[in-house]
Nanobody
Framework: QVRLVESGGGLVQAGHSLSLSCAYSGRTYSRYTWGWFRQAPGKERECVAAINWSGGETYYTESVKGRFTISRDSVKNTVYLQMGSLKPADTAVYYC????????????????WGQGTQVTVSS
């Protein structure tokens, strides 16, 4: 079992930045794919960014390209999502997730999930 704990969410004004962290522990597996998902009220959960086990491949949904950056620190067992130029449309609960498959944006292919952290962007 893998335990994921997100932190860093909060209320921020449009145009500002916010950084999320996901600390993971438990069953170690060196080749997890890591993803950040978000879910706004009444909307489906979507993958905003993902990174493969080596950090050599990344995925970003179109709406966050150039604004968000996903990274991982295997020494600190932490995955990060740096969010810049935030917009009210970015308001959602953000979840960290781990998958034993190759790089994917499909939620059903992720095996472990955190509890989520709320990000609210005011206009």
């Amino acid at each position: 079992q893998v335990r994921l704990v997100e932190s860093g969410g909060g209320l921020v004004q449009a145009g500002h930045s916010l950084s999320l962290s996901c600390a993971y522990s438990g069953r170690t597996y060196s080749r997890y794919t890591w993803g950040w998902f978000r879910q706004a009220p009444g909307k489906e959960r979507e993958c905003v960014a993902a990174i493969n086990w080596s950090g050599g491949e990344t995925y970003y949904t179109e709406s966050v390209k150039g604004r968000f950056t996903i990274s991982r620190d295997s020494v600190k067992n932490t995955v990060y999502l740096q969010m810049g130029s935030l917009k009210p449309a970015d308001t959602a609960v953000y979840y960290c997730a781990a998958s034993i498959t190759t790089l994917t944006s499909i939620a059903s292919r992720y095996n472990y999930w955190g509890q989520g952290t709320q990000v609210t962007v005011s206009s």
